[in-house]
């Protein structure tokens, strides 16, 4: 069981920076893949960025490519989300997800622990 809690949301101007981290509990995280997902009110769970075991590879949705970096620290059993040139769009809850072995790092359904999500509100 891994158990994940975010930190880092919160309201933040068109144009500004924000990092979200998340954290896990359990100590084998650096074999799980990970995954930052964010819903919208009234839209449905989207894939953000995705990083695999080692941090070999990375993914990223084509709306934050360019804009968002995702990192990991194994040692201390953290991911991170760093987000600049935020835009109203970007408002959403945001959740990070683990799993082992997804077949596809690009969706929900593949990951098996989730967080509890944190809000992130871009707004004049």
């Known amino acids: 069981q891994v158990h994940l809690v975010e930190s880092g949301g919160g309201l933040v101007q068109p144009g500004g920076s924000l990092r979200l981290s998340c954290a896990a509990s359990d100590r084998t995280f650096e074999y799980y893949h990970m995954g930052w997902f964010r819903q919208a009110p009234g839209k449905e769970l989207e894939f953000v960025a995705g990083i695999t075991w080692q941090g070999g590879n990375i993914y990223y949705a084509d709306s934050v490519k360019g804009r968002f970096v995702i990192s990991r620290d194994n040692g201390v059993n953290r991911v991170s989300l760093q987000m600049n040139s935020l835009k109203p769009e970007d408002t959403a809850v945001y959740y990070c997800?683990?799993?082992?072995?997804?077949?596809?790092?690009?969706?929900?359904?593949?990951?098996?622990?989730w967080g509890q999500g944190t809000q992130v509100t871009v707004s004049s």
């Open positions: 997800a683990a799993d082992s072995q997804p077949q596809s790092m690009y969706a929900a359904s593949e990951y098996q622990y």
